[in-house]
């Protein structure tokens, strides 16, 4: 499959997340006390982000760590596991990273004792039941344009991950296609899609998924 050698690369992937470190000392700020903030910086934050994702969406056992099917794990679990391997976490770290997440990546628990990855897995153990939803009428995939000639042909595919990822918006689009190389935007024509039978999703920060984006609902901006 064409743009394999990304795919192959997936488990890395969330190393290219894009935190908006400038804003998130102020995020800090905000959320602890002032006694805390001194004991957390934003490369810490950062490494524990990237560590989330990995551990969350893509390798919870390389921990020894169990996802329930809604892709739940128990925090107490996850700071064990991540200790024996030696990425040293807390409650407040974990807090302040869901909290100050530019994309809302993560969420926990009502009761606080879950943390989970909203969208983005590709674990097999995970089968998080999104609610389905009407999408608007576009939607927007940001991508490298070195992909271009392998989607022409196959359409988008989810690759390693569950769904397709699309924005409601070309910016984050941009953003998103930046990752892997020079950015295109494709726009989707996801109302017509799912008019014709084609199941949308919206994860909990707004991140729209889907299973299979065919060409013909393909267009380049
Ligand atoms: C491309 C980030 C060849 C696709 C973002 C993309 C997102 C094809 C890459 C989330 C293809 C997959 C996911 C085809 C698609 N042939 N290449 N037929 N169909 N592709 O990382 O959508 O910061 O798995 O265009 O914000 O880039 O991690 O998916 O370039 O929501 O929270 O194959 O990751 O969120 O790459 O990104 P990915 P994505 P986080």
């Not at 976490?89 to 004792?113: G, H, P, Y």
């Not at 674990?123 to 389905?132: A, C, D, G, P, R």
């Not at 042909?153 to 941009?174: E, F, K, P, Y």
């Amino acid at each position: 499959m064409p743009g394999i050698d990304h795919h192959q690369g997936l488990l890395w992937k969330s190393l290219t997340e894009r935190d908006d470190f400038e804003t998130l000392d102020k995020a800090i700020s905000c959320t602890l006390p002032k006694v805390r903030v001194t004991t957390m910086n934003s490369k810490q934050l950062n490494e524990a982000s990237k560590f989330l994702s990995y551990v969350l969406r893509h390798e919870p056992q390389s921990i020894g760590l169990q996802l329930d099917t809604e892709g739940w794990a128990k925090i107490d679990s996850l700071i064990a596991g991540a200790a024996k391997e030696g990425h040293i976490l807390n409650r407040e770290l974990l807090l302040v990273v869901v909290s100050s997440s530019d994309k809302k990546r993560f969420a926990i628990s009502n009761d606080a004792q879950y943390i989970r990855a909203v969208q983005g897995h590709s674990t097999e153990s995970v089968n998080l039941q999104y609610i389905e939803k009407e999408p608007p009428e576009f939607l927007y995939h940001g991508t490298a344009t070195r992909f271009l000639e392998s989607i022409q042909q196959q359409g988008l595919i989810a690759g390693a991950r569950h769904h397709v990822h699309l924005s409601q918006d070309m910016a984050t689009a941009v953003t998103v296609g930046q990752r892997y190389g020079k950015p295109v935007v494709l726009k989707v024509e996801a109302l017509r899609m799912h008019q014709q039978g084609f199941n949308f999703f919206q994860a909990e920060n707004d991140v729209w998924l889907t299973g299979h984006v065919p060409i013909f609902f393909i267009h380049q901006e």
